[in-house]
């Protein structure tokens, strides 16, 4: 008893020392990786989740006519308001109206119904001087004021939170009963909006594949010197901006550029050509920045593939194209599937490079959120915009995530 007394002392020990140990390495290790969380957290999560919170966030109403919101709410929208809710507009447009609510609520109403602008500053400056009955001295001043549409709008909108930002970037609108109904055929933009920038995206990653395979190849049969120097010309594009990049193409795509003066040198033109602002120039532009990020990943891949398994198909009898066919390129589809899908994910938020070489008709959707950003200063509209790229972008993925694992069996 008293021999075994010490040693299941000393097992009891050894065993909260590993307990210990495990519990340090556990702790060191999140502190390792605590900088990286902190930096995505700040970085990404929070970011994205502010801008999902502003596609949906609509407080300009509330926050500048609390009694006229609060008065409408126990209004059914059927015919005219009543009289309370005339004279807590007249109160809220008042001289205590702060400049900053009252120009964020006419850029709001504006946005729903073209005019209100005038109309809210007829009101607000006539508001101090109206007599009750309100219900008639306010319409005198606004005529809007004697029409339910308005006040309809009001109730509809009156809420801090609306899918009205969102509903806009799928061309569809809320009506006067509070219906989702299609927006004007002159105001319906988005949709095909969204559908250009997937095909956009979709084709500079076909052309990427095309001429990046090739090049991914030839660069992986290089050695020494040869594939130094190689290298060094896929590389150095890293080092030069995008925004330097698109405007190198501006200038050798212009009408007396360099490529139509090359053109007409070889007689192959005979008058110079447009083509900056067309849709062939935000292609060239496009893959000439992206084809690095194809190359790179493809290029590990092939790197890796031993030459031994061609050669067995090739002793088999194999045909080249069937060497290619159903040996190499089944072993390069991981790099291939990846390099296509980080070229798809970039190209879809490209902004730059069409604005500076594409046409009107060229335009992403990137170029509609910086128009919504920094000209319109509707940032809800800006804010539904990437919310929708995001989501459409998040089920491409997800559907590539599906079929990557497939399509990535094969491996050196």
Not at 125 to 145: H, N, Q, V
Not at 387 to 405: C, E, K, N, Y
């Amino acid at each position: 008893m008293n021999r075994q007394a010490p040693a299941s002392g000393r097992a009891c020990q050894n065993r909260l020392r590993g307990v210990g140990g495990e519990v340090n390495k556990t702790t060191v290790s999140w502190l390792l990786i605590a900088p990286l969380l902190l930096l995505i957290l700040i970085g990404f999560v929070i970011p994205i989740g502010v801008s999902i919170k502003r596609a949906f966030d609509s407080p300009e109403i509330s926050i500048a006519l609390p009694r006229t919101t609060l008065a409408l709410d126990a209004w059914d929208g059927e015919g005219m308001p009543p009289e309370e809710a005339f004279a807590a507009v007249v109160a809220d447009m008042g001289a205590g109206l702060d400049n900053r609510a009252f120009g964020a609520l006419t850029r709001r109403l504006n946005f729903e119904s073209t005019g209100l602008r005038s109309t809210l500053t007829k009101t607000r400056s006539g508001a101090d001087t109206l007599e009750a009955p309100f219900a008639t001295s306010l319409p005198e001043i606004a005529p809007e004021w004697g029409k339910p549409q308005i006040w309809r709008l009001l109730k509809l909108h009156g809420s801090p939170y609306t899918a009205t930002y969102v509903l806009r970037s799928l061309d569809l609108r809320y009506n006067d009963t509070g219906a989702i109904v299609p927006v004007s055929e002159d105001q319906a933009i988005f949709r095909s909006l969204f559908l250009r920038t997937f095909l956009i995206s979709a084709a500079v990653t076909l052309i990427t594949v095309v001429i990046g395979y090739p090049a991914a190849w030839y660069l992986s049969t290089l050695t020494g010197r040869g594939k130094a120097i190689a290298m060094m010309c896929v590389l150095i594009p890293f080092w030069i901006s995008i925004l330097v990049r698109s405007t190198a193409w501006f200038i050798l795509l212009q009408r007396e550029g360099v490529i139509n003066g090359l053109l007409s040198a070889a007689s192959l033109i005979s008058e110079p050509k447009a083509i900056i602002f067309t849709r062939p120039a935000v292609y060239i532009a496009m893959v000439h920045v992206l084809l690095p990020f194809f190359i790179l990943p493809l290029l590990s891949v092939m790197a890796r593939i031993k030459g031994d398994y061609v050669r067995a198909g090739a002793s088999l009898g194999a045909k080249p194209w069937q060497q290619f066919l159903l040996i190499y390129l089944p072993l390069t589809l991981p790099g291939l599937s990846a390099g296509a899908l980080i070229v798809f994910m970039l190209s879809v938020g490209f902004y730059i490079t069409p604005a500076l070489v594409g046409g009107i008709t060229d335009q992403m959707v990137g170029y509609y959120i910086d128009y919504f950003t920094n000209n319109t200063i509707n940032q809800g509209m800006a804010a539904a915009l990437s919310f929708l790229l995001l989501l459409f972008t998040g089920l491409i993925l997800l559907v590539a995530g599906r079929l990557m694992p497939s399509m990535g069996k094969g491996k050196s």
